[in-house]
């Protein structure tokens, strides 16, 4: 027995045991590590995996759909058999049982009234005592080896991999939600996942443990035996869910320190108080390199924001009810996916370059994304702003030369006139259309063309006027400007 482990296979074939199987003969290179009596229907929440059950009957259903599911809870914890002692307690087995013994491979036992129950466990504990001593090595040399890796300064996928060889398992982790929870670990399949922390620790194969962080479980750590390894057991897995979580809290410490770096840097960047040489070196240090885009964000938490970017670099700032992003473009496909959201993206923008266009680009955007619904507008693909300059105070000149008077009507009467406009022109002038999306009667938006017309002297029915609105109001969309604050551009007549 010394060169592999206990199996139900070896069991049999102790003449002093006397054992016959009952169902379930496929399942007898299953190993042992244990002989338990219980007597209890569910046993599950005190085993570990590879355990021999034995009960007098006690345990075991009168009924057949109660014994079939109490077997399927011993084969979902890992037992390895169950021996029933002959001519106590047994009730009259059903088809059911046996069939699912068969089904599922778990090899059910008889044990002769002669043979006690002692004499099983002193057989199976004589047998793994070799093995007991090569799990408490194998324990030995991952608690060991904790404080070499911490001097060797490994990152997570090789500390990983390294106690992966010395334990014998093979390791997943993820959230709660089955998402990543450290890099370079892989995902396990969802259906082992335990409903809550609290649940056993044991899965078919191996074990399934919570991953502790301040605040409460963060996710989950499952190990597998891996195939022709020894695995070194529950306690050597329970270590690597804690290196696990102590991996987790220098994560989350490292983000947040660069998280608020990089709000500082964006400040700054905004502020445009940054030499180009510093911007890029910042920028290099945060991970974003080549051109970036900045977005601004409404309507979407914090928490949404930050798990639809985990995998990519970012620096993130909060102004008001405004969350500015700066990021590489892929930024926008990560975002798109978040509900409810209501974004507005610049055009590409070189390391180190002034942001103030940008800027304007990006407000211009989530403004038109609140307008229109969408979740993330683009401001490249507005191709009149292409023909307006870049400066604010020629754009301004123009707001108020073409939009003035209407601007200052609107902010007397909190009229729509402005909106009203700019809704019939991006829906080409068709009135049903535009009125639908303003959720007015045609004959209202009627007048509210008409009296605009009036006040501005542009008669909209002439191309050349309505090219001249269009672009100023294009033009108010490019300063960044919303809807309700559009009379800040210009101070009433007089004043």
């Known amino acids: ?274 030499d180009p040489t510093t911007a890029k070196r910042r920028l290099a240090r945060l991970s974003i390199e080549g051109d970036m885009v900045l977005v601004v964000v409404r309507a979407v938490r914090e928490d949404d924001l930050l798990r639809a970017l985990d995998e990519l670099p970012f620096l993130l700032l909060n102004r008001g009810e405004e969350r500015y992003l700066l990021g590489l473009p892929e930024v926008g496909a990560a975002l798109a996916g978040i509900p409810g959201l209501s974004a507005g993206m610049s055009r590409p923008v070189p390391p180190g370059e002034s942001l103030r266009v940008a800027q304007r680009e990006a407000l211009w955007a989530v403004s038109k994304a609140v307008e229109s619904g969408q979740s993330l507008v683009r401001y490249g693909k507005d191709t009149t702003g292409r023909w307006l300059p870049d400066d604010p105070s020629v754009l301004r000149a123009l707001v108020e030369h073409v939009l003035g008077d209407a601007l200052r009507y609107d902010a007397a009467h909190d009229a729509q006139l402005l909106v009203s406009v700019r809704t019939w022109m991006e829906h080409n002038r068709r009135t049903e259309a535009a009125a639908t999306a303003l959720h007015i009667h045609p004959n209202t938006l009627a007048y509210r063309l008409r009296r605009f017309a009036a006040l501005t002297g542009r008669d909209l029915s002439s191309t050349e006027a309505f090219t001249e609105v269009w672009l100023a109001i294009r033009a108010a969309g490019q300063l960044g400007l919303a809807d309700g604050r559009l009379q800040a551009l210009t101070q009433p007549r007089g004043e």
Not at 26 to 52: F, K, M, N, Q
Not at 118 to 130: K, N, P, R, S, Y
Not at 147 to 154: K, S, V
Not at 240 to 249: G, K, R, S
């Open 1 to 274: 027995m010394s060169n592999h482990k206990l199996t139900v296979e070896d069991l049999l074939s102790f003449p002093a045991l006397q054992l016959r199987v009952l169902a379930g003969g496929s399942g007898l290179s299953r190993s042992v590590s244990w002989a338990h009596v219980s007597e209890l229907e569910d046993p599950t929440p005190w085993l570990v995996g590879a355990e021999l059950i034995m009960t007098t009957g006690l345990a075991l259903p009168r009924t057949a759909a109660r014994q079939r599911a109490y077997l399927e809870r011993l084969d979902d914890a890992g037992v390895s058999a169950l021996a029933l002692s002959a001519q106590l307690h047994v009730p009259p087995l059903h088809r059911a049982f046996l069939q699912a013994a068969e089904e599922r491979g778990i090899p059910v036992l008889e044990i002769p009234l002669a043979v006690p129950f002692i004499a099983v466990a002193q057989e199976v504990a004589a047998a793994v005592q070799e093995d007991a001593r090569q799990r408490l090595g194998a324990q030995l040399q991952v608690f060991g080896a904790l404080r070499r890796l911490a001097t060797e300064n490994l990152d997570t996928t090789v500390l990983f991999r390294r106690l992966e060889s010395l334990s014998g398992y093979q390791v997943f982790a993820c959230t709660p939600q089955g998402r990543p929870l450290l890099p370079g670990i892989p995902v396990p399949d969802p259906a082992v996942l335990p409903d809550s922390a609290d649940a056993p620790p044991t899965i078919p194969g191996g074990f399934a443990l919570p991953v502790l962080a301040p605040g409460g479980p963060a996710g989950f750590l499952v190990a597998f035996a891996r195939q022709g390894a020894r695995p070194a057991g529950l306690a050597v897995v329970q270590h690597i869910a804690t290196v696990a979580a102590l991996q987790l809290v220098m994560l989350r410490h490292e983000r947040e320190t660069l998280r608020r770096e990089g709000a500082e840097t964006l400040a700054e960047l905004l502020q445009d108080v940054l």
